[in-house]
T-cell receptor, first 110, second 114 residues
Framework: SQQGEEDPQALSIQEGENATMNCSYK?????LQWYRQNSGRGLVHLIL?????REKHSGRLRVTLDTSKKSSSLLITASRAADTASYFC??????????FGTGTSLTVIP | KAGVTQTPRYLIKTRGQQVTLSCSPI?????VSWYQQTPGQGLQFLFE???????NKGNFPGRFSGRQFSNSRSEMNVSTLELGDSALYLC?????????????FGEGSWLTVV
């Protein structure tokens, strides 16, 4: 079974609004990463947060990690239509086997 | 630096046939992993190769196999295709830096079994 679960499964917002999606996982992890996938394409790496980090920023992205709750959140600020995609969290325990969540489908309405 | 390259991008096969998919990793990446993505099951880990050795394997039947060559290029093979094998097959390569291992994906191979 998959390690991670994203919540919500689908999210629809207006351009300019912030989008928040959450990821929960089951076991201890080494790192947690977020990926974006445009329809029918490969996954693009967005950001990595280590298990000893609590928050990380990259441009309009903010990721938090709470290892006590085994959860992470991805915040996209000032969303754009181009942010429309599916977002996945991925965890690894030993650095070479990754488990992906089920994904959040984000739609940004212009 | 070129990204992960997968071929073919699209293919249609008939039930019972076999298929081979190819993946060229990013130069310098020795780890190659394969994933199957379907609408109902999401991204499922198939296997991971490192230096021509299968290091990890997901929960797939023996019809799914793979290999890695000395130049790190990898192939995966699915024999006796079933309708349920229709999926996007994604290859990813990575290199471990410290304890951080970021995987980079190819565009995938769309397999349709009819």
């Amino acid at each position: 079974s998959q390690q991670g679960e994203e919540d919500p499964q689908a999210l629809s917002i207006q351009e300019g609004e912030n989008a928040t999606m959450n990821c929960s996982y089951k076991t201890s992890i080494n790192n947690l990463q977020w990926y974006r996938q445009n329809s029918g394409r490969g996954l693009v790496h967005l950001i990595l947060i280590r298990s000893n980090e609590r928050e990380k920023h990259s441009g309009r992205l903010r990721v938090t990690l709470d290892t006590s709750k085994k959860s992470s959140s991805l915040l996209i600020t000032a969303s754009r239509a181009a942010d429309t995609a599916s977002y996945f969290c991925a965890t690894d325990k030993f650095g070479n086997q990754f488990y992906f969540g089920t994904g959040t489908s984000l739609t940004v309405i212009p | 630096k070129a990204g992960v390259t997968q071929t073919p991008r699209y293919l249609i096969k008939t039930r019972g046939q076999q298929v081979t998919l190819s993946c060229s990793p990013i130069s310098g990446h020795r780890s190659v992993s394969w994933y199957q993505q379907t609408p109902g099951q999401g991204l499922q880990f198939l296997f991971e190769y490192f230096s021509e050795t299968q290091r990890n394997k997901g929960n797939f039947p023996g019809r799914f196999s793979g290999r890695q060559f000395s130049n790190s290029r990898s192939e995966m093979n699915v024999s006796t295709l079933e309708l349920g094998d229709s999926a996007l097959y994604l290859c990813a390569s990575s290199v471990l830096q410290g304890n951080q291992n970021t995987i980079y994906f190819g565009e995938g191979s769309w397999l349709t079994v009819v």
